[in-house]
């Protein structure tokens, strides 16, 4: 079991209890944590068999982009 780790990833998003923070947004930074099986891509070095952490990226931008 292996962890990808990313760190940083910077939205301007529309998130918050207060009315204010809804209207007017706020800048966030999001670190993102994946457990993942790395051994396949290590052992075959092939692209195919690595864990595609860019879909995991785009996931957290429309989770983001949701009001």
């Known amino acids: 079991m292996g962890i990808i780790r990313i760190e940083d990833m ?3 998003a529309f998130h918050g209890h207060l009315k204010e923070e809804q ?3 706020n800048k966030f930074l999001i670190d ?3 457990k993942t ?3 396949p891509a290590g052992n075959s070095d092939k692209l195919e068999d690595a864990t595609d952490y ?3 990226c785009r996931i ?3 989770e983001m ?3």
């Open 10 to 12: 910077e939205f301007y």
């Open 23 to 25: 209207i007017v947004g």
């Open 32 to 34: 993102l944590e994946i």
């Open 37 to 39: 099986d790395l051994e």
């Open 54 to 56: 860019s879909m995991a």
């Open 60 to 62: 957290v931008k429309l």
């Open 65 to 67: 982009e949701k009001k």
